[in-house]
């Protein structure tokens, strides 16, 4: 069996602690030279990705800053928004009545992740945090020797599924994302210094490598959702089976009903880029309307143009740009009518 | 009333306990005292020449004890005695990414696995050949240097009546290609095995394998070591589906490696190495020409395959016979021929799978035969029907059909599925389709010439009555274990439960070739019945002694022997054994199986297909599409299966539910695929072996035949059950969406090509699926080279008749 490399563990009780020992064990700015698996310190929460990435040598730190014992990591509060701590388990968010009732999105994409073992222990902060993924890259070391490694693990080599990109093309692979960020999530980071508070559409970048805006040494505490009064909202998800895999397409919408106007409306998608998007032209295409069908062909037009899916992930190009506006029409159909679609998607 | 105390009643297995409780112990459960643990370094080339191996500095890691390289062990081996072509650990060349190269044993896994880096290895890239096409063309590079034409490791051609007369009397011809992709066994428990080189010079190796005989043979020839002075001992194996049934790099590497250290020595393959070892089903294209007449009677078929087979033999050349062999049991096809071409490429070595080499061949002839009765405006399965391969007869290749059950199968479906009044009628995006199948109850014979039995077994019974049966076979979950002891307690008349079965142990255990080619209920059962035979004579004697009752009489069930016709007189199993062993002495006897002679032809390429029953089966698979995604759901198949008789029904229906989906795994996207050499996707998040959430809902229709001379009437169930789901989805897809799927997997890809849904263009297609050899190869050139040599082949084995080779 595959082995994890040794490492040292340390478990503080408090996110400050944790802020501060990722700084005391050299934790920085990324360091685009040295590359992903030479980060010294890492933090590891339900450990779901992090554990079988390192049985794969995609990481070796030397201090693994587990949050698992620190205090009140895993609840769920609400107090107007709705404040989730980073270690609620993933089960737990989509068991929430609360998030069933009020950001149905969320508690379907937290369902649709993985299996339910892994959600018994991979935590929401986990899940948006989670590495960008590329079949060139989740191998193992062997695979990754025999094949000469690229740029996500050794800067000097190239991107081995587009050779002339400058950048890594890894794909942002989380599910929760896209229903947090059609839900208005905003991100609250500690770091040594202090917390601050960021919307989450923010906290990305369309790099593979470098794919959050947050600083090497900060801890994400906590993920907040403003009052959803008025707001429906759905997340679908296109995947090879009915479980345990990643996404290869994910759509997320959300809109607040005013009568039977459109006042407001978000749509996201996750594993067709490098980065979880908002389509703002999506928004356009909805904002004012009855949600008649003219409508969604106009927003899942704009997300379909907004798809960038590249050959790195499970199936296909084309399958994944035809699945980015079905299942943006599906979603939406699904707000309008409920019971299309949204609830029960097709099995596979 | 049953006239059976236990067949044919829905026991439990005698190890589902253990089985399921997690008690049984797996060649990786064993923790030996000084036990070390091994590790292989594999190949990172996928076609290199090794200029140099260094183990020096592996040596020195804190931990390491010992390492080995190909050039300790260069003795070829290979499951097949005529084709070996491959050494235990690579010596001079590598000729895939992920073959074994090197062996280090450490005190722990932490060590070993590090040591694998120390290992310098300096190789000089050779070019490497992917695809069938090019292993037939490309004279100038050579994966192995003993291929006379270009990379063909073995070329086959038969022919039975004039093909082109069978043609010309046909009303219509159909000619379509298919191609099915490579995929692999995937098992729950990966390879395993751990060696002890005692004091007394004598070494042990427990391992997960199908053929601990075949194994025994292999680690002599390749140790030099006595077969006297080794025991193999195969473990219970957590699946394997074929995928255990080759002697492996890592079981000589441990064997050596403990002989060596003289300390017990564990090696357990990771997951990506199983999906390096591979021997999984051969990618396959294929060309089919049926000329029938307006009635559908089959006027001939001429069936052609290249075997994409990887970069060793395995048992490519049974398995390049098998593709063409049994397409003809389940319909009347009076004329026939086969070409069939296996090629070596530079990718893990392809072996058999769950149906080996008829599970292609087979998808592709069912949806012909879907397509020719759509010619003619016939129900598929009315057409299945009338075109039947009669009981009792011979098959235009000379195979002897005894017990044939495909009518009935297809009658069971129809009566279940009412598929002749749903076909075309579920609307668009829904559909219904069916196929039928057959497999081999074992084959006819063994992988090296002998004229020993197939299968041997030893039966004691002790003086508590308990009852112990010793045989060769190898428990793979399949259930085997249970069938023995199934048969030994309905024939002596004790419970299952009674019966201890001591199996896989060549030093405990009288030779049986394996679990492997669904051999074992036919002919292990047999063997079993025999020697349960003769000890019940000595049971049933001493008790009529004893009761003052002719033994005409005595029937023995429940523990008893008894009166027929008084059953309240009788005596108990264990009274029995005491009375019996009293007057004989120690009750144990032998019994054995061998297949009859002439069940098959004497041209040459005989040995292959020829087995003393054929199991026979049928699916009706119902589909949806999703026409937007391309998403298929498969939502039920349901199989008949003719099993001769179900010995165990349970038992019989797992085996039909786990071929069911595993056939359904292997359509709907199961793909043993590369990307330069290197494995696409070799870890089962990436290898889409579906989930519970995925697999249809499933159904099994028990058919019985009542074979004639199978253990009470049985056949196989292990193996057939798979073939027709295949073809039966694609059936059914066709019915749904009215697009041929003529190559595995079905993918939302092609669909939404086919639907002209890709990329917006608009363009739809009535078929997706090969036109030809691929690539810039010319299919005709490839067709006349093959055809040239084919006739030369021909004139010379005219000349000389020819022998069968020894294929199993």
Redesign the interface.
Known sequence: MLRLPRFRIATPRTYREAAQLLRDNGAGELDRTRGTPTLRVMLVAGGTDLFPNMKRRQFSPEVLVSLARVRDAARIHENGKLEISAGTTLTEVAGDQRVRDRYTALAQAAELVSTPQLRNMGTIGGNVCLDTRCNWYDQSLFWRTAEGFCMKTNPEVVCRVATSSPRCLAVASADTVPALLVLGASAHLQNAEGEREVALADLYREDGIRAWAMRQDEVLTEITLPRAEGWRSTYLKLRDRGSFDFPIAGVGAAVRWDGGTVREARIAVTALGSRPLLVEAAREALVGTRLDDRAIGAAADAVHKAARPMDNTSGTISQRKVASRVLTERALVSLRDPGAWGAAPPKR | MSEFSIIGRRLPKVNSWAHLTGEARYADDIFLPRMLYGRLL?S??PHARIRRIDVSRALAHPGVVAAVIGADMPEKMGIMPSTQDETALAVDKVRY?GEPVAAVAAVD??AA?EALSLIEVDYEDLEPIFTIEDALEREDVKIHEEAKRANVFKEVHLSFGDLDAGFARADHVRDDWFFFEGNTHAPMESHSAVAQYGGDDKLTLWTATQVPHYLHRELEKVLGLERSRIRVIATPNGGAFGGKSDPFGHEFAAALLAMRTRRPVKI?L?R?EVFYAHRGRHPVKMRIKTGVQKDGEITAVHYQSWLDGGAYASYGIATTYYTGALLTVTYRIPIYKFDGVRVYTNKPPCGPKRGHGTTQPRYGFECQIDKIAEDLGLDPLEYRKRILQPPNSRTVNELRITSMGLGECLDALQRRTHFSERRGQLGRGKGIGIAGSAYISGAGLPIYWNDMPHSGAEIRIDRGGGVTVMCGTAEIGQGSDNVLATVAAETLGVYPSDVHVVSGDTSLTPVDLGSYSSRVTFMAGNAVRDASLKLRTLLVGAAAEKLGVPETRLLSAYRRIYDQDDPEKFVTFADAAVLAESKHGTLVAAGSYKPPKGIGGTFKGAGVGPSPAYSYQAAVAEVSV?L??????VDKVTTAHDCGRALNPPNVEGQIEGAAYMGYGEII?EEQVFRGG??????L??Y?L?????TPALEALVVESVDAEGPFGAKEAGEGPLNPVIPAIANAVYDAIGVRFDETPI???KI?DALG???NRGVTKKRIGPDGLGGDADPNRALRRLGATTAARERRVAGDGGQSPPTG
């Open positions: 594999r990172t080339r990414v896994e932490d696995f357990t990771d990506e999703d937007d995604t391309g998403t298929l759901v996207g290197l494995h696409k996707k070799p870890s998040l990436d889409k579906p989930t519970s959430l995925d993918t939302a890809e939404l849904k890709r990329d």
